[in-house]
């Protein structure tokens, strides 16, 4: 049923794309020759997982990142940055909206099952771009919704060649490392599926171009090439033509199973998570230098994280650097990912734009996912959505090296370790920290924090300990100062959310509307274009 109607929209839409692309847009060629103005173009693209001390640039403990550490040097590298959730799809929902997820409704991960995604009346950076005359295209995890009008050729993306959720949602035939080893195949005996109630042996993660599977199982060795040459492609092909681009680029990378073109770290004494690593710098390094070479003066490109690294998988994780939040790991539990720790959201950021921001700089002003809404609808010279509020800010005069005003206060919410979902659990004052609710994500050795409230809150002062060890003894000036503001910062953020138009999610579930591309077929396993490289059932 679905799928049917999901295939009759996508003949009636392709015709829609297919005009798009031949025809001049009206409102391109019209800003394109305004004088001294040109829409600049935008490639944000968001790494998976990612921890905040993965990049040398910011902890030079690694040294795998020679083309992100280029990039810090020619442009802004952001210490103080954080996604503002540490889970996937909320923290993409916030970044495509600029709006927290109590706002935007997306509090926690969609599923292989769920029926919807990211609320239809929430407006996303690609309607607003797209309606400002760019091409926009999203190239890699979408995770906001797969089903019907939720996939994202329907909110705001032209195009989109990528996974629709996690890939280790869902067997591949060439499972990596360290994904749950369930058989690919049918008739894969009952001992081959010793782990199964670990992953979902039935459904083969899918690859979409537009609204079409293109392969499936995917094929994840090659998935980092294919990401890179579509990108590429995509900047040739909008640049060739005159029109602005945003290009999303949500990487498969540092999230597991790590799996690579190359799989050197099947050697004794390889690194697997760095191997990876420098996959994905090399990616990183290829945009960059497509950019360079195709637009470089016009063109604003910011890497950044989706949440910090996913503590349970060890060795497969990454670093949190210096932010180990160990008032929590001394107790059990992670204090990265899912967390409201530093380690689970201050992540690795970094801005460029050739003669645009200052070169070699780092900024230490506390900014958030959230802002890339709002200052790329600035300089885009587009409008807000009206009849809502933001929860990120324009800081394009931050990138630019002419403000140092970034956000006094900043809230961290539960992204499904603990408490209600989407709850504001941690928030910021500038330095200082304030925990109302901590515990619950499990850690390397197994352990998961117990789920505790604080009233009064936990308060840290992150200027003179960024581990997060010792909170302040409450019976300080210093807490007794801080104390009022954090409260009174909550009061108001959750009055201000009462007061807005806020969009609930379904998160219901309904397993005909997993992502498949012959419906007779037992686990969904087609051959078409690109899969001339799995091997068949
Ligand atoms: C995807 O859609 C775009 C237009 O939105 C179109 O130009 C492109 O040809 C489509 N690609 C495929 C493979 O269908
Ligand atoms: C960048 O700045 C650092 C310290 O501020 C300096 O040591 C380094 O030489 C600079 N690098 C470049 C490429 O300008
Ligand atoms: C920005 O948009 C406004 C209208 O929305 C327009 O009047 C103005 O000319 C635009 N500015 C530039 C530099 O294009
Ligand atoms: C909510 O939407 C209505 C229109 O539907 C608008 O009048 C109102 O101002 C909006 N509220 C906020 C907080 O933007
Ligand atoms: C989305 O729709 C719901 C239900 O109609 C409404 O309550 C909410 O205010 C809308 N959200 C926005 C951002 O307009």
Known sequence: MEILLLKGLFSVLASCFLGLFYYQHPLVSASGKRSGYKKPNFVIILADDIGWGDLGSNWNLRKDTPHLDKIATEGMRFIDFHSAASTCSPSRASLLTGRLGLRNGVTHNFAVTSVAGLPLNETTLGDVLKEAGYLTAVIGKWHLGHNGPYHPNFRGFDYYLGIPYSHDMGCTDTPGYNLPPCPACPGHTAAMRKHQEDCYPEIALPLFENLTIVQQ????????????????????????????????????????????????????????????????????????????????????????????????????AGSVGPYTGRWQTRSGGSSAKQTTWEGGHRVPTLAYWAGKIPANATSPVMLSTLDIFPTLVSLANASLPPNRQFDGMDVSEVLFGRSNKGHQTLFHPNSGAAGKYGEIQALRVDQYKAFYLTGGAKACDGSIGKERRHQPPLIFNLQHDIQEAAPLDIETAEYRAVLPVANKALLDILWNIATDNVST?????????????????????CQLAYSNSFQRC
Not at 518 to 525: Q, T
């Open 505 to 525: 999610a379904d998160y219901s579930h309904d397993p005909a509307v997993t992502p498949c591309c012959n419906p007779r077929h037992l686990v969904c396993r």
């Open 217 to 316: 199982p995917v094929d994840l060795t090659s998935l980092a090439a294919k990401y890179t040459e579509k990108a590429i492609q995509f900047i040739q092909y909008a640049s060739q033509r005159g029109h602005p681009f945003f290009l999303y680029i949500a990487l498969a990378h540092m999230h597991v199973p790590l799996t690579l073109a190359e799989p050197t770290w099947d050697l004794p004494g390889q690194d697997p998570y760095g191997a990876n690593l420098r996959e994905m710098d090399a990616l990183v390094g290829r945009i960059k230098d497509e950019v360079d070479s195709t637009a470089k003066e016009n063109t604003l490109l910011w890497f950044t994280g989706d949440n910090g690294p996913w503590a349970e998988k060890c060795d497969y």
